[in-house]
């Protein structure tokens, strides 16, 4: 079975990588010259762990090969799976110029019967788009489209690639379903075929349940934090309800990254779009939207709104850890809010600032390590929990800092830390 994918970005090249290792001939297009070239010579553009040494085991063993050559990698492949960005519009709906431009592209160059995957999170109603597109433009009519939605989270991708929860099959015929199964056969996971149109929102309404899940938690904490209760705590009890689960309960500085945000706004313009008032999906968005502007105000009431001679330490800038990814990232946001003030900001992140330096003020201080961002600081805010954070010599930071001073928006630490001398803030606790 001869497999390509089109696009290699963080869901194609995963994707890719892990359909290799599995022993399939995977051929990878890519039309961005320098990605290309990178990854050719074993380099991948973001950092995912464990992703380098598997991409390069495969690419050594000549199973896992990229190209930007389109015609004859198209005609001769069984399966493809079409894996380009749909980046969101300004009002939620998701631009779908590659996916539309590549059905296309492949529907004039297929020759026999042809699977084509749709594996990038897109509206309800794309598989169509695309059946239509390729009914139009081939004469050979003999494909079938596919939604096969990914549940992959960033840090994580290769464990949630290999051991996902569900494998989710939207089509129309069993002989799609079949080549499906056959792929993901070494998974040995449960399946739930569909059709494509429920496929492509059960992706929607996983992300947003999720999203709604953590801001739900987050106002609880709001409210832990007004009444003196501990949302830690109120986190534990409701998630041993087997009924509501453990997982996605850890109040922070709101959801961020390229999924979350831009699916709950998809979601809410599809409802709209199709007579469909989503209330709760609206209240998440707004909550989650307001919830950095609330975070700033709490930083404005520790420093009793003087900004003057002021140096904030920022320690975690990726949007969670164990990314480089600084996309709607709390920390870019929180970090824009406070650069308006008079404070001098200093920060550090163990993969992210390459990426935060290209969204952030020139007026900010990027440090090679904690210690060094820590320096005469008045204030700590822990925005992302990086294990390297978790294990602070507090002593050190204590004697380094102006001010021992920290706001911990990821509750890695506890109260206990106020016996060195700290003064203490958290999410959720009074
Ligand atoms: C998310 C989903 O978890 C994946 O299943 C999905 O495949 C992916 O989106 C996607 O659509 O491609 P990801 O965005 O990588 O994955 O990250 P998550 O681990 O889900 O975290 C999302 C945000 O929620 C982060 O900002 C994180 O800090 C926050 N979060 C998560 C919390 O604030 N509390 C929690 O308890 C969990």
């Known amino acids: 079975m001869k497999i390509t994918i089109i696009g290699a970005g963080y869901v194609g090249l995963v994707q890719a990588v892990c359909l290799a290792d599995f022993g399939f001939n995977v051929i990878c297009i890519e039309k961005d010259t320098e990605k290309l070239r990178d990854l050719k010579f074993g380099k991948i553009p973001f950092y995912e762990p464990g992703l380098e040494d598997l991409f390069r085991k495969n690419l050594k063993s000549n199973r896992l090969n990229f190209t930007n050559e389109f015609s004859e990698n198209i005609s001769t492949s069984d399966v493809i799976f079409i894996c380009v960005g749909t980046p969101p519009k300004k009002n939620g709906e998701s631009n779908l110029s590659f996916v539309d431009q590549v059905s296309k592209d492949i529907s004039k160059k297929i020759k026999g019967y042809t699977v084509v995957v749709s594996k990038s999170t897109v509206p309800v109603g794309t598989s169509k788009r695309i059946e239509n597109s390729l009914k139009k433009n081939n004469s ?6 596919v939604s096969n939605p990914e549940f992959l ?7 949630d690639f290999m051991r996902p929860d569900k494998i989710i099959i939207g089509c129309r015929t069993k002989k799609a379903e079949k080549i499906l199964k056959k792929i993901y056969k070494k998974l040995k996971r449960p399946y739930v075929v569909t059709n494509n149109e429920t496929a492509e929102i059960i992706k929607y309404a996983n992300n947003s349940f999720l999203a709604t899940k953590i801001t739900f938690i987050n106002e609880i904490a709001d409210l832990c934090e007004n009444i003196g209760a501990e949302v830690e705590t ?10 509501i689960g453990a997982k996605f ?8 990254g390229s999924c979350f945000p831009k699916d709950v706004k998809s979601l809410i313009y599809q409802g709209n779009k199709n007579s469909t008032d989503l209330k709760i999906a609206k209240a998440v968005d707004r909550a989650n939207d307001l919830r950095v502007k609330s975070l700033f105000q709490r930083v404005k009431k520790i420093t009793k709104n003087k900004f003057n001679n002021i140096q904030i330490c920022i320690l975690g800038i990726s949007f969670k850890p164990e990314t480089d990814d600084v996309r709607e990232s709390p920390g870019i946001k929180l970090a824009r809010d406070i650069g308006k003030t008079k404070a001098k900001i200093k920060i550090y992140d163990p993969q992210g600032m390459k990426n935060a330096k290209k969204e952030l003020s020139k007026s900010i201080e990027f440090c090679n390590d904690e210690y060094e961002a820590l ?18 010599d507090l002593l050190k930071v204590k004697k380094l800092m102006k001010k021992p001073v920290i706001l911990d928006l990821r509750n890695i630490y506890s109260k206990d830390i106020v016996k060195l001398g700290f003064q203490y803030h958290s999410i959720g606790n009074n």
Do not use: C, M
Not at 140 to 145: C, E, G, L, W
Not at 249 to 256: I, K, M, N, S, V
């Open 140 to 145: 050979i009519k003999s494909f079938d489209v």
């Open 375 to 392: 320096k005469n600081t008045n204030l700590l805010i822990i925005v992302t929990e990086w294990n390297q954070f978790k294990n602070l």
């Open 249 to 256: 309960l850890h109040p922070g500085p709101g959801y961020g």
């Open 234 to 243: 109120v986190a534990k009890a409701i998630g041993l309800d087997g009924r």
């Open 153 to 159: 989270r960033e840090g994580a991708a290769i464990n």
